[in-house]
Each structure stands twice: as C-alpha cells, then as structure tokens.
C-alpha cells in the first residue's frame, strides 16, 4: 500500500467521523495525518512496519495504532463498520441535494436502500412518501431536486485548507492539476475541480468515480465527469488532450467572469501559450477574479513576510516549546513571533490559568534573551464567556502585547 493509498483511506475515515459528530479535533487529526502522508518521502509503510511511524508531524499513538491496523490488515474495521452504517455515496447525494446527514441515514434505513442510484429509483417509484416524516412536500421537493441535480445551485463552500486537501489529494491520485477556487487560493471553494492531461479519458473519469473521496457520481460525458464527496461537496474533473490542456487548465481555473472576458480562448498546450496567443502577459491564478487585460500586479511573497502573531505551544494543543517555536520563526526569517496559547474556557484542550500565562512569561523572557534581537511577543487565544467577559483577568490581559 503505497502513501496516497494510506492518505485517501485516512481522509475517507475522517469524513465519515464527521457524519457521525466526532471530536473536531479527531477529525481535523486524521486530515492533517493525511496530508503529512501524502507528502512524505518514505514510504510510511516501511515507518510503520520499523515502528517509526510516529517520528511524522501530527502522528500520535491513536493513529499509529490505526494505521498499523491498515497496513497489516489491508483496512480499518471502524471505517468498514461507518461503510456499511452511514451509506456514504448516498449521504452524499443527499447533502448535495439539501439534506441532513442524519436525514440521509433514515431515509437509507426506512426504504432499505445504500446507494444514491437505489435513492433515485425509490424517489421514482414513490416510495419516499412511506418513509415516517416524509410528506408530500418534502417529497417533492426531493423529486424537484433529483430532476436538477446536475443543476449549478448555491451552496456553501469548503475552507480553503480542507479544500486543498481533498483536491490535492485527487489531483495526485489522478497525475492532474487541481484548478478551481483551490487554485487561485480562495478563502471559501466553492468550485473544486481537477485537469489531467492525457488522450485516454474513459481511464481517468474512472478511476475518478472508483476514488474513495467520491462517493456517487452527478454527471459524466466525453472528458468530463462529476462527483460528490460524502460531505456533498461535488468535484469535477476535465480531461484534455496535451494540445489543449493550458486551454483547459485556464478555463476551469476561473474564475467564470474572468474567463468569459478571455473567450474566445485559443487552444494551447500550457497556460503560457494560451496567454501568449492572447497577446497577453500571463496571470498568477490568485489573481483571476474580475476582468482585466493590463500586466498583473506583483504578489505577496513569502519572504516579504516578517512574523506570525498566533502561535500555540505544549502549553496548550501546540507540539513546540516557546523556544522551538521562536527558533523556527527565527530559521523562516522572521523578525518576530506571537506565542497565543488557549485559555481554559476552551475546554477541548489544556487552557492557560493566569498563574500559567505568568509562568510563560518567564520562558518568553528566557527565549528573548538567548535569541535577540529575534523578538518572541507574550500573546492569548482568549475565549470570550457566555455572559461577555474574557477568560481571563484585565490585570493579565493588561500585561500582554497581543490579545
């Protein structure tokens, strides 16, 4: 099993922890793990075979044990167990569609029904109006929707982070580029899609439908198919042949304004030829949302950024201690860093009491000194409380320089 197979099997459990209302941090656990395996240099079979595999950022002794479970075994009984439980391909559908996961899994229950095909033929027999709670407007509704279903509808969109990396881990499974809102890096995706190059694109559109993010497909024809992910997210994927894959690449890129101010676009095998046949200077995708046609503005680099002012350490959920985290942002080439630790109204994790926020203080002190004229900022993650009030005291906050 190679680390994109690891990956997808440990983004897929994720999703259904999800479903089921799991610990977020459980959840957002098993991503990152995810994300840190599909970008490893290893293979993590072998890590975990030598007992190494938690020398990985973000693998603890919960998901060492399961993926330990998955390599030996070849699965994970508790993401067999969700399987075959929560129907995800047609839990899936049915968010797309505007109902509840919850709702989903009655449906699948009363009709005895585990795939969004069997959910389309009940709703055309009618046979969703036997189903407790279901009453002749929701079922039309249901039907009205099924009907639209490849539709463009609004719907709300994922974080960029989850975004990237359940198109990222498409795009690699796929050999593609991930395109869409991922692409130009939006706060909020709502349009996930993915571009392959190649001239075999029976191949690819199935092994699209065969990944385990995809859950039930919503559309398909020559080059191009549609699917939804169990949280009802829908991803599309074009394939192009090489001497038009810059073309594809632009247009499902976007954004749609911005491209239909390029139409008609020429074909070419790269975005720089596209641009070029254009005459045109190519454009930083980040920068792709309202129409324009003038030399693109430079971006913000990396290097021109001079600290981070929110921080965690092991005085809270972090995994460095103050100095590791300031000599980090030190080896980055930052001028600064804000340590910002949790306080205890959080609840999910150790929060920082005043006698412990004071007690850092002295860490900071010590790490200012050893690392001037690098400067390590004292700073909060303060929860604000029901009534109004910070967690912690105004003569605590007082001392701080950042809240």
Not at 148 to 155: G, H, L, S
Not at 177 to 185: F, K, P
Not at 243 to 250: C, D, Q, S, W, Y
Request: proline letters at 6%.
């Amino acid at each position: 099993m190679d680390n994109r197979e690891i990956a997808d099997r440990l983004d897929a459990f994720a999703s259904l922890l999800e479903l089921v209302e799991a610990n977020p941090y459980t959840t957002r656990a098993y991503r990152r793990a995810a994300e840190t395996i599909r970008g490893a240099a290893l293979p993590v079979a072998d890590l975990v075979g030598s007992g190494r595999a938690r020398e990985l950022r973000g693998i603890g002794p919960g998901i060492e044990a399961r993926l330990r479970e998955l390599i030996e075994t070849g699965g994970i009984a508790e993401l067999a167990e969700l399987e075959r439980e929560l129907a995800p391909d047609l839990v899936g559908l049915g968010r797309y569609l505007g109902l509840g996961a919850r709702r989903s899994i009655e449906l699948a229950r009363a009709l005895d029904i585990r795939t969004a095909a069997e959910l389309r033929d009940a709703a055309a027999e009618g046979r969703l109006r036997t189903v407790p709670g279901i009453g002749a407007k929701t079922e039309a509704r249901l039907r009205e929707a099924l009907a639209r279903e490849t539709d463009a509808r609004p719907r709300a969109g994922l974080l960029l982070n989850r975004a990237r990396e359940l198109v990222g881990g498409i795009a690699a499974a796929l050999d593609g580029e991930a395109a869409g809102d991922v692409r130009r890096w939006r706060d909020s995706c709502e349009r996930l899609a993915v571009v392959c190059c190649t001239r075999d694109a029976d191949s690819v559109l199935a092994h699209f439908a065969a990944l385990p993010q995809i859950v039930a497909l919503l559309e398909q024809d020559d080059g191009r198919a549609v699917g939804v992910t169990v949280e009802g997210v829908p991803v599309e994927v074009v394939v192009a042949e090489p001497e038009r894959f810059g073309t594809a690449l632009v247009r499902a890129t976007g954004s749609a304004a911005y491209v239909e101010a390029l139409e008609p676009l020429p074909e070419a095998p790269d975005e720089e030829g596209a641009y070029r046949r254009l005459d045109l200077p190519w454009c930083p995708p980040e920068l792709r949302e309202a129409p324009f046609r003038g030399e693109p503005p430079p971006l913000l680099e990396l290097d021109q950024i001079r600290g981070d002012l929110h921080c965690h350490t092991t005085w809270s959920d972090g995994r460095g201690s103050v100095e590791e985290m300031a000599r980090a942002a030190r080896e980055r080439g930052y001028d600064y860093v804000a340590i910002c630790d949790h306080t205890p109204a959080v609840g999910a994790v150790q929060g920082l009491t005043p006698t412990d926020v004071r007690r850092q203080a002295e860490e900071i002190a010590v790490a200012n000194e050893q690392l001037a004229p690098f400067r390590v900022l004292r700073g909060i993650e303060c929860d604000i409380l029901t009534d109004g009030r910070l967690d912690l005291p105004d003569d605590v906050l007082a001392e701080l320089e950042w809240v």
